[in-house]
């Protein structure tokens, strides 16, 4: 049985990744892939505290996340897509220039 503190360091691990990923890249893809992979760390983290104490609560956040990272992703993407289609790039740079 792998312990609870196993699962909360692969957590931090990715967390720490996807923190990385959200403050140094440029793309708006990779962005958002760190974004999600934060997320995801979080989930790991609450599976595993669940688990630890034999409450359900854990699970069901699990869940909630989940379907808030899937509408993140449908309204993100078509948010990426209509800003590709008007600038033909997403660089994170260049989208302050959105204004006016």
């Given at each position: 049985m792998v312990p609870t503190e196993a699962y909360v360091i692969l957590s931090m691990v990715l967390f720490a990744?996807?923190?990385m990923g959200v403050l140094l890249?440029?793309?708006a893809i990779v962005v958002f892939m760190s974004v999600e992979l934060m997320l995801n760390?979080?989930?790991i983290a609450l599976v595993a505290f669940s688990r630890q104490?034999?409450?359900a609560d854990g699970h069901?956040?699990?869940f909630?996340?989940?379907t808030v990272a899937a509408a993140e992703v449908?309204?993100?993407l078509a948010l990426i897509v209509a800003i590709f289609r008007t600038k033909q790039s997403?660089?994170?740079d260049e989208l302050h220039l959105m204004e006016g």
């Open positions: 990744m996807g923190t890249r440029r793309n760390s979080a989930n104490w034999g409450q069901l956040f699990t909630f996340v989940m449908a309204v993100g997403i660089n994170i």
